[in-house]
Each structure stands twice: as C-alpha cells, then as structure tokens.
C-alpha cells in the first residue's frame, strides 16, 4: 500500500468533509453535530467506537502494538470575514484554527486505514477529541481510556507558518506551558484629592507591573524562554476616587517546568515586596492550564523517516510560545506533535490562526491524510 496514493484517490472527499465541518462549526463540548458526522463514517468502515461525551475513541485491527493519531473537533467563538462558499453557516462560530481540516483529514486516514487494515499489523486507535481550545478536552478523553494500551501518539496541525505541503518535524519541546494568573492589589481608597489619607493601589500596581516585566529580563536564563504578560488591568470608576484595588490577569508561557515554577514563584516574591513597600496587600492565583508540549526524540526521528520514505516533504518546525493540550498525552505515551503547512501567499491564505480570515490550503489536505496513514502503517510493520 503507498499512502500517498490512496490519500490522493480521496483527496476531494476530505476536502469535501472539510467544508462540511467548516459550514456548521461548535464550540468546545458542543461537538454533537461534528461527533456524529465521524461516528457514522467509522462505524460504516468496521471501526469499534467508544464515546467520551462528544468524544470518540475508535479501534481497528489486532496485534502487540497500538499507535493512536489524534484530530480535535472544536471550533472557535469567532465572525468568519472570509468570502467563501464554505463560509461558516453558524453566526459568532467560526473553525478558525483548522481543526475542521484536523478532523477531515483523519476520517481520509480512518478510511484508507479501514480499506487495508489486514496490511497493519496491530492496532490503530483513533481519537477524535473535544475542546482543545482553552477546554482540555485531552484530559478527559485520557480519563476516558484513550491511552489505555496505547505505544506511541501522533497528532498533527495545519500550520500558517510553513509553506503549503510541508510537514514540520521538531524535537524535543515545541508548544509552551501556559498558565493564567488573577491578581489583586488592596490599598485603602478614598478622595482623589486626598491621597495621603489613602494607600493608593494605582501607582503600586503600575510598580508592579513594571517589575514584573523583570522576570523575563533578570530570573529567566538568557538561554532559556519565559513570557509574563499583563494583559488586563481594571481599576477605579470616578476621576476623584481613589479605588480600593486593583485587578489584574494575564498569561505566563514557558517551555520547561522549572521555568514555570521559576515565573511563578517570582511574581508572588514581586507582588509581595512591591506591596508590603507601600502599605498594601495582594492576592495571586496562578492557574495550570497545559503543560509545555514535548516531542519525544526517537519519535520526531520516526516521523522523520516515515515522511522521507513516503516521499512526503518535511521540515524544521520552529517552537511557538502557543500552547496545545496534545501536551497531556505526551507527559503519558511517547509520540510528537507534528505540523503541515498551509500558508499560500497565492491564494492569500497567509492569516494567523484564529483571525476571523484564517483558512486553510485545501489542496494539501490529502497529505496530512497520508502522512497519518503512513505513521501507522510503518510503527506497525
Ligand atoms: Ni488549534
């Protein structure tokens, strides 16, 4: 079996699926309509479904070995601006991070598998998850067995940032860690003209601010990366009150744990100098969202291969300060996290993910197709 090939023989049914998911997007948990959509094909093609609430864990085959790929299904609360026939049919929803393309592109893989699985020798998992945008959905599709028995994991995302038709390959850390935190900083309010009867939270929290901005600076090694981002500040309502407090969140990215632990233990040690400085006081939470994503070696150098031998393009993919729950399953099952470019300035598919014009590159789909048809193909061998 070339994987290629039989990709190429359904290439404009997966695009056809794409534009089907694209019409009638869902928001994380929401996926019933999409869901049901993968389960009917699956079933049809002899494939053993277990649910996950709108998730779907779908076996195929026998043997030792077990490799899972992985599509998520979400869609993103965004007003399409693209001029399209496929244009999202739902207002306020939109698949503005390709997961429609994600989900295409493995049944393309679902099907082909199903057509040759007496060539696979041992198991093929699929998983079909919910949520990946801000929802964790991989954790509980985890919770729900997905990775039970399960040797290696692959999952794969449209990227802009790559030339259409390219898959990129990276070792070792290459999604961030990310984390959001709430802040609040308590002073004493009172008349704006009367500042000294007041501990006055406005000018502690712009110090703080500022001093925060000293941890990617001065505490993160020069070699390694961190980010701390104040991205909300809200204070105050009158221009002659001195507010109580003021409230701040935000986001912190990093690519290594102890880079986390390092972030987070310096903005509770600068919130709580800053503050104690001036009379003040200050609360902090500082919520895990996903941990850094990390590729195993052995496996990018698997893909690697797979892809030379298939005689599909591939590359370096550089490492994003984005984060992707595909993180939880890498912390359990060795695998990687790969990517195939979409970006084509010729047809002004050029957009950032989740832009209100991000599409994808339909005419490379079928390869993303093959290169899941063929990691399966080849760990099972
Ligand atoms: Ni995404």
């Given at each position: 079996?070339?994987?290629?090939?039989?990709?190429?023989?359904?290439?404009?049914?997966?695009?056809?699926?794409?534009?089907?998911?694209?019409?009638?997007?869902?928001?994380?948990?929401?996926?019933?309509?999409?869901?049901?959509?993968?389960?009917?094909?699956?079933?049809?093609?002899?494939?053993?479904?277990?649910?996950?609430?709108?998730?779907?864990?779908a076996d195929i085959g026998e043997g030792e070995?077990?490799?899972?790929?992985r599509a998520d299904m979400d869609a993103l609360p965004v007003q399409e601006e693209n001029d399209v026939p496929y244009k999202s049919r739902v207002p306020g929803k939109m698949h503005a991070c390709g997961h429609d393309a994600h989900t295409a592109m493995l049944l393309g893989a679902a099907k082909i598998i199903s057509e040759h699985i007496d060539e696979f020798n041992g198991r093929v998992r699929l998983i079909f998850q919910p949520a990946e945008e801000g929802g964790n959905?991989?954790?509980?599709?985890?919770?729900?067995?997905?990775?039970?028995g399960v040797d290696a994991i692959f999952g794969l995302h449209v990227w802009i940032d790559l030339p259409s038709g390219v898959i990129?390959?990276?070792?070792?850390?290459?999604?961030?860690?990310?984390?959001?935190?709430?802040?609040?900083?308590?002073?004493?309010?009172?008349?704006?003209?009367?500042?000294?009867?007041?501990?006055?939270?406005?000018?502690?929290?712009?110090?703080?601010?500022l001093a925060l901005q000293t941890i990617a600076s001065r505490n993160i090694p020069p070699t390694e990366t961190g980010v701390v981002s104040v991205t909300a500040v809200h204070a105050g309502t009158a221009f002659n009150v001195i507010p109580e407090e003021v409230e701040m969140k935000g986001t912190i990215r990093f690519f290594k744990?102890?880079?986390?632990?390092?972030?987070e233990r310096r903005m509770g040690e600068i919130l709580e100098g800053v503050t104690r400085a001036h009379g003040a006081s200050y609360e902090l939470s500082?919520?895990?969202?996903?941990?850094?994503?990390?590729?195993?070696?052995?496996?990018?150098?698997?893909?690697?291969?797979?892809?030379?031998?298939y005689g599909l393009r591939h590359g370096d993919a550089e490492p994003t300060m984005g984060a992707e729950d595909f993180a939880f399953y890498l912390q359990r099952v060795p695998g990687a996290f790969l990517t195939l470019g979409i970006r084509n300035e010729e047809k002004g598919i050029v957009y950032p993910h989740h832009h209100p014009k991000f599409d994808v590159d339909e005419d490379v789909l079928h390869l993303g197709t093959a290169m899941e048809v063929a990691l399966a193909f080849e760990f099972l061998r």
């Open positions: 079996m070339n994987p290629l090939e039989e990709a190429l023989k359904i290439r404009d049914e997966i695009i056809a699926w794409r534009r089907d998911f694209h019409m009638y997007p869902e928001l994380k948990y929401e996926e019933e309509r999409t869901s049901k959509v993968v389960e009917e094909h699956l079933r049809e093609w002899g494939y053993r479904i277990k649910r996950v609430g709108t998730g779907i864990i070995k077990t490799i899972a790929l959905g991989a954790l509980k599709m985890i919770e729900g067995g997905a990775l039970e990129g390959i990276k070792d070792g850390p290459f999604m961030a860690g990310a984390g959001i935190f709430n802040a609040r900083i308590i002073g004493k309010g009172g008349h704006g003209a009367s500042p000294h009867q007041t501990v006055d939270p406005v000018p502690i929290a712009a110090e703080a601010i744990q102890e880079i986390g632990e390092l972030i500082i919520e895990e969202l996903v941990p850094p994503t990390v590729n195993d070696r052995d496996m990018a150098a698997f893909a690697r291969k797979v892809a030379e031998k």
